[in-house]
Antibody, heavy 117, light 109 residues
Framework: EVQLVDSGGGLVKPGGSLRLSCGAS????????MTWVRQAPGKGLEWVGR??????????DYAAPVKGRFTISRDDSKNTMYLQMNSLKTEDTAVYYC????????WGQGTLVTVSS | QAVVTQEPSLTVSPGGTVTLTCGSS?????????SCWFQQKPGQAPRTLIY???NKLSWTPVRFSGSLFGGKAALTLSGAQPEDEAEYYC?????????FGGGTKLTVL
């Protein structure tokens, strides 16, 4: 069974940092373009950013609201993707989901990040 | 950044057919936008239904289909079932990244 497991969420103060992880089982991350998506409470889905496969250069793209503050990375040897979030703002409060490439369609279960003083 | 638009809400009768659309502020949606469609039920993670305009995953019910129509991406549900009541989101690709639509709340009533 394929599983993507999001972890690392929690409560953090404005200006703080947090690192999320997306671990895969039953699925090899190495060939996939991986994405982070978030959903603020009661709101719709928001694309956060993506990292291409190493074969495609391993480069990243980010949505404007997080560019310069968030960094996506991957460790294919650990079958894991990461989201480093710095300079967190209250508006970053959301459930964060990882998502595998479109043609696989897999999503993590989400991890809640709460930014509050 | 582009704005992606969806109908805020739609209602379909059980067994009926409904089409959800996804438009782009930059102009007509084409195959180059690699449109995707996702279903989300309350308290659950989203589920991918369609990718690259019209491709289905192994778990996508046959009654769902994706297409391009009238300059928009479209998700058609033929033979709606009560369990299809959910929020549906589209996702479009641009040179700078990807953008979700605001979602369509589909009621089966």
């Amino acid at each position: 069974e394929v599983q993507l497991v999001d972890s690392g969420g929690g409560l953090v103060k404005p200006g703080g940092s947090l690192r999320l992880s997306c671990g895969a089982s039953g699925f090899t991350l190495s060939g996939a373009w991986m994405t982070w998506v978030r959903q603020a409470p009661g709101k719709g889905l928001e694309w956060v950013g993506r990292i291409r496969s190493e074969a495609a250069g391993g480069t990243t793209d980010y949505a404007a609201p997080v560019k310069g503050r968030f960094t996506i990375s991957r460790d294919d040897s650990k079958n894991t993707m990461y989201l480093q979030m710095n300079s967190l703002k209250t508006e970053d409060t959301a459930v964060y989901y990882c998502k595998a490439g479109d043609n696989s369609g897999y999503w993590g279960q989400g991890t809640l990040v709460t930014v509050s003083s | 950044q582009a704005v992606v638009t969806q109908e805020p809400s739609l209602t379909v009768s059980p067994g009926g057919t409904v089409t959800l659309t996804c438009g782009s502020s930059t102009g007509a949606v084409t195959s180059g936008h690699y449109s995707c469609w996702f279903q989300q039920k309350p308290g659950q993670a989203p589920r991918t239904l369609i990718y690259d305009t019209s491709n289905k995953l192994s778990w996508t019910p046959v009654r769902f289909s994706g297409s391009l129509f009238g300059g928009k991406a479209a998700l058609t549900l033929s033979g709606a079932q009560p369990e299809d009541e959910a929020e549906y989101y589209c996702l479009l690709s641009y040179s700078s990244g990807r953008v979700f639509g605001g979602g369509t709340k589909l009621t089966v009533l």
